[in-house]
């Protein structure tokens, strides 16, 4: 369902907005993608782990950390990298920076679905997935008509946000229920 809401998003963003507005989202998270790489391939190195008993926590706060400093990162280098390589594309530069806020909670929903499949607890992630397919689809009719392109970037973050609060929580309750075994 994550993997359907790209396409999805982009369905609903032309017809709504414009195809102006859609492409300088789409190149905003095409940006955002280029920041997902590193916490992407320690996600690959950390669900073997997960899967084989050994919660590498301290790797896990190392990437949520390092989230946070790519995400800051974005943040203040997009106003100079973004008109030097993309003049065309300046609207870009606030959905970027809007979605960069995504990176920190995506890394930590990262952690706790290497942490669910390392526990073959895939459903969890099904519906976590439809949370944030829901949040999604309904903030981008709502905030995309209200506030534009801003309000596309931060439906996309919070959708990301809710699918973070879904993960703590089923964590939070699978925590419980293996306490009370």
Known sequence: STAFSGPFAKLIVAPLLGFGILGNYQLGIQ?????EMLPNVIFKFI???????????KLKQVTVLL????????IILS?????HFFPKFTPAIQ???IVSLSLIPSTINLTLISKFLGMEKSKLILVS???????QILLILTLGKTFGINGVASAFV???????VALVIMDRMLLRKIERV
Do not use: E, R, W
């Open 31 to 35: 940006l955002l993608s280029v920041l």
């Open 47 to 57: 669900l073997p782990q997960d899967a084989s008993g050994n919660s590498n926590k």
């Open 67 to 74: 989230a946070v400093g790519l995400s800051t990162t974005g």
């Open 79 to 83: 106003p100079i990298l973004v008109p």
């Open 95 to 97: 959905v970027f920076q």
């Open 129 to 135: 997935s439809g949370i944030y397919l829901i949040m």
């Open 158 to 164: 919070t959708s990301v946000c809710s699918q973070t």
